[in-house]
C-alpha cells in the first residue's frame, strides 16, 4: 500500500524546467560570439520555463572563449550560471590564434575562475605544455604557474589517461620539447631544473629529425649509449640505440652526428641488430653505408 504521507512529499516538489531543445541551440550558441551579456539573458528568458544544461552552459562558455576571448559573456557565464571552468578551457585558451600576451591574459582570467588549489593548478598547467613547446614565452608562463618540471606521467603517451599516475623522475615536460619543441626551449626547461638524463634525450633528438636538436642535447652531456628504456618509446628495446634509430630511420646527418660522439657501431639491440650489421644488409641508404663504413674504419 502506498504511504500517503511519501505521495504527499513526492508531489509538494517541484518540477524540474524542461531543457532546452537541440534546435533551440543555435540561437545562444550565436549569442556567446558577442560581449553582450544581455542578449544571452534575453534569448534564456524567451526560453522560459525551459532551461539550459550544465553541458550546454559549459559549451557556451568554450564558445565565448574561442570567438573572442569575450571577457564580459565569459565572466556572466562564470558568475550568474556558475559554469566551472575545466582544464579543456585551459587548452582550448593556449592553442588560439593570439599574441602570447593575450593568451596569458586570458588564462590570467581562466585560473581565477577556477579556484583551484596549488596542487590541481599545477597539474593543470603542466598538461598544457604540450601545447607551447614551440613557444618560449607560454613555457616560462606555464613554468610560473608552479609547475615542477620533473614531476609527471610516465610516458607522453600517458598525459590523458595517466595524468594523475606521475613520478618524480618523469622527464615527459624535456623529452617533449626535445621532439617536437625548440632549442630555445629546451634551454630554457634545462635552466629551470629539468633533468636530461630523465627524458631519455638521445632518443628523442633522433625522433625530432632536427640534427641541431641532437648536436646541443649530447653538448649538454646526454648519453650518446642510453640503456635501453621503455619509458618514452613504447618498445624502446625494439629501437635499440640511438644510432641504431638514426640508421633504420635514414637519417643520415644524425648518423654522422652519433659517430662523431663515438657511438658504438657494434652494439645490438634486442633483435640482435647493430648499426653495422644493417648498412651491410641490402637496401640501405648509401650514404649512411659510406658513414658507418668510415667510422669502422677508424676504430
Known sequence: MENPNLASSSSALPAAPPPIEPEQFEAPWKTCRTDDPSVFDRYLTSLLPSAP??????????????????????????????????GYMLAQAVKMDLPPSER?????????????????????????FRHCVKDKDMTEYILNQGVDLNVGPISPAMYYYGSNQLVPDSGTMLASAIKCGTIEVVDLLIQHGAVLSYADPAHCAVESGNPAMLSKILELGASVEPPDSTRHFARETYFGSPLIRA????????VEILLEHRANIYRKDARGRSALGLVEGSGMNAEIRAIVAQAQAQC
Not at 550544465?54 to 565569459?74: E, K, N, Q
Not at 588564462?107 to 598547467?125: K, P, V
Open 104 to 128: 596569458m591574459k586570458l588564462l590570467d582570467f581562466l585560473l581565477q575562475a577556477t579556484h583551484w588549489d596549488t596542487d590541481t593548478r599545477a597539474s593543470e598547467c603542466r598538461k598544457l
Open 247 to 254: 640508421v633504420t630511420q635514414g637519417k643520415a646527418e644524425m
Open 53 to 86: 544544461t550544465d553541458v550546454s552552459l559549459r559549451a557556451w562558455l568554450g564558445v565565448a572563449i574561442t570567438f573572442g576571448p569575450h571577457y564580459a559573456t565569459m565572466q556572466y557565464l562564470i558568475t550568474r550560471h556558475k559554469v566551472e571552468v575545466t
